[in-house]
Each structure stands twice: as structure tokens, then as C-alpha cells.
């Protein structure tokens, strides 16, 4: 096993997971599509790798201080944006570490956390429109379907409408002011342990970053950017963009028969351009998930490039 550096200042879950799987060593480029606090290029560089790091979020820069700029690189940019900087069939392995990093959700100033009080933003990176905006300018039948689908909430259309009545008389512009009414909107927590928020900061944040399709676009931008033998690891927090990355590489590995209701239609022709790792997708041990409970949810799915050439569909 890829023994873990104990120097990161933030350690991602299922670290050693992903460098087993990875398979970092001296000559290879990585990208690290979602470098966050650096947690993984750290133990990437650590096997003697190089990276190019990848995070929407310029504030992320300063997690780079100490990294040896002879193997590492920095691109303020998405990760679906990687075969357009570093080339086509150009690197060796792609790390993808999805939804908010810790280092967002502990600062109040992000709007990120329903535990905290901060300006209601979301915004990983530093353009386009925040959650205020959205919650105060969207129809009551979409803020229901971004709750609804985005967030898995049942209860979506009774936090809309609520949310409309309110914000004509006063709009949504703080973190906890916005948690507080979802709570009262749908009872209080009744001894809850799940916070009655959760699900709508969940919807509205998927929302706001578009993550879903930047998670598609991504996984596309990945099929360009390796190499032949270079290794895709993803890992997911929540059962939206594992679905997206569970079924993406089952066609691409030409696992799902043809005329699955779960997945877009075979390319006809097309070889597998990718080779499953594994099957199924690993999950953190429970020293893990002690240690840190923000890894309970995530699971790691991982494959192997071939040599087909990329697909011409959007799958």
C-alpha cells in the first residue's frame, strides 16, 4: 500500500485509497482536479509524481505554499477545463475529490454551512450568482425542483412556498437566517439528528456551482486528458454524482447492455475506453469514518484508460 505522508495540513478521505489506486511514481503527471487544501497532491508528490492542480476557488492558491513548483503547477481554473490546459491523451492520472472541501465549509464567509452564520453565497469560486440570489429571484416550482432533485428533499415544495411568501415581504441574505426558517418551515427538528435544513443547503449549493454538469463535463475532460494506461479516481459524497460516475464508467467500460433506462445508448462501434479497476466502489474503513465523520458518505470508484480513442458522444 502507498504509504500516507503525515505532513498534509488537510488529509482527504480515503487517501491512501486513491494513491494505491492512482499509482503515483517519479515521471508521471497527475492532475489533481479538485486540490482544495492539497491533501492529495501532497501524497501525490510525496510517491515522486508531478501535478498539475486544478480548484475554481483562486483562494486555494494559498494551500500550495512549500509545494517544489519543479512538479507542481496551479490552475485557478474547473476540472472540466483539464484536457483544454494540459492536452490531449497528456497525463498519467486524474483525481477528482467532489462536492465542498472542508477548508469551504468551516469558513462562515463562503455561506457554506447552515451551522454558522455568513453571508448566504455558496459559490465555490468567485463568480456568478450566489444562493441568495437564487432563493430570492426563482419561481417557487424551481426553487421546489432544485430542492426536490438536487437535494433530495421530500418536503421541497413545502420549503418553496415558504420561502416565497416569506422573501416578499423580506429577503434571504444570511446563512442561519435561511436554516432557522427551513427548520420552523417544516416543524422544528423533533429530536432529529439530521438537521431539517441539510437537504435544501444541499440542493441549493449543487445548484449555484452547477456541479452536476461540471461533474459530467469533468469526466469527459478526463477521457481526453490520459493517457493510455493512465487511471481516473473519483470520489463521491452523495448518491447524485455517484450515480453520474457509477454509470459513466459502466458504459465507457462497455459494462450496461444496451437500452438501460440508467444510462445514455451505446455508441455503436465504440471500443471500451476505459477499464474498470475494480467492481463496485470502495468505501472509508470505520477508523476512518470515526476519525472523520465527513467521510461516512464517500465512496471511491476508479478505471484504466485504454487505448480507444475518446468517444464522440456526451455520455
Not at 451551522?115 to 426553487?143: C, I, S, Y
Not at 455503436?268 to 474498470?276: C, M, T
Request: glycine share 8%; net charge neutral; charged share 25%.
Amino acid at each position: 500500500m502507498t504509504r500516507v505522508p503525515t505532513s498534509a495540513p488537510h488529509i482527504p478521505v480515503l487517501l491512501s485509497e486513491v494513491l494505491d489506486a492512482l499509482q503515483p511514481a517519479p515521471a508521471k503527471i497527475i492532475v489533481d482536479g479538485t486540490f482544495g487544501a492539497g491533501g492529495y497532491s501532497r501524497g501525490i508528490l510525496a510517491a515522486g509524481a508531478s501535478v498539475i492542480a486544478f480548484d475554481r476557488d483562486p483562494t486555494a492558491r494559498r494551500f500550495s505554499e512549500g509545494l517544489d513548483p519543479a512538479r507542481f503547477r496551479f490552475e485557478p481554473a474547473r476540472f472540466s477545463e483539464m484536457d483544454e490546459v494540459v492536452g490531449a491523451a497528456a497525463v498519467d492520472g486524474v483525481a477528482l475529490d467532489l462536492g465542498v472541501s472542508s477548508m469551504q465549509i468551516d469558513e462562515p464567509e463562503r455561506g457554506f454551512s447552515f451551522m454558522r452564520d455568513g453571508p448566504l453565497d455558496m459559490r465555490m469560486g468567485d463568480a456568478g450568482q450566489t444562493a441568495a440570489d437564487l432563493v430570492n429571484t426563482a419561481d417557487q416550482k424551481e426553487l421546489a425542483r432544485i430542492f426536490f432533485v438536487y437535494g433530495e428533499e421530500r418536503q421541497s415544495r413545502r420549503i418553496a412556498g415558504a420561502i416565497v411568501r416569506r422573501r416578499a415581504e423580506q429577503p434571504f441574505s444570511r446563512t442561519l437566517e435561511l436554516a432557522e426558517f427551513i427548520e420552523k418551515a417544516l416543524g422544528g427538528r423533533r429530536g432529529a439528528k439530521v438537521h431539517p435544513a441539510t437537504r435544501a443547503f444541499q440542493g441549493l449549493r449543487i445548484a449555484v456551482n452547477e456541479e452536476l454538469s461540471e461533474l459530467e463535463a469533468g469526466l469527459l475532460a478526463a477521457e481526453r486528458a490520459l493517457k493510455t494506461d493512465g487511471r481516473l479516481c473519483v470520489v463521491t459524497f452523495h448518491s447524485l454524482e455517484d450515480r453520474i460516475v457509477k454509470t459513466f464508467l459502466a458504459v465507457r467500460a462497455g459494462r450496461t447492455p444496451a437500452g438501460s433506462r440508467h444510462a445514455p445508448p451505446k455508441q455503436a462501434g465504440a471500443e471500451p475506453s476505459f477499464q474498470l479497476l475494480f467492481n463496485g466502489a470502495h468505501a472509508p474503513s470505520a477508523a476512518e469514518v470515526a476519525a472523520n465523520p465527513r467521510a461516512r458518505s464517500a465512496k471511491l470508484r476508479a478505471a484504466v484508460r485504454t487505448s480507444a480513442p475518446v468517444w464522440r458522444d456526451a455520455a
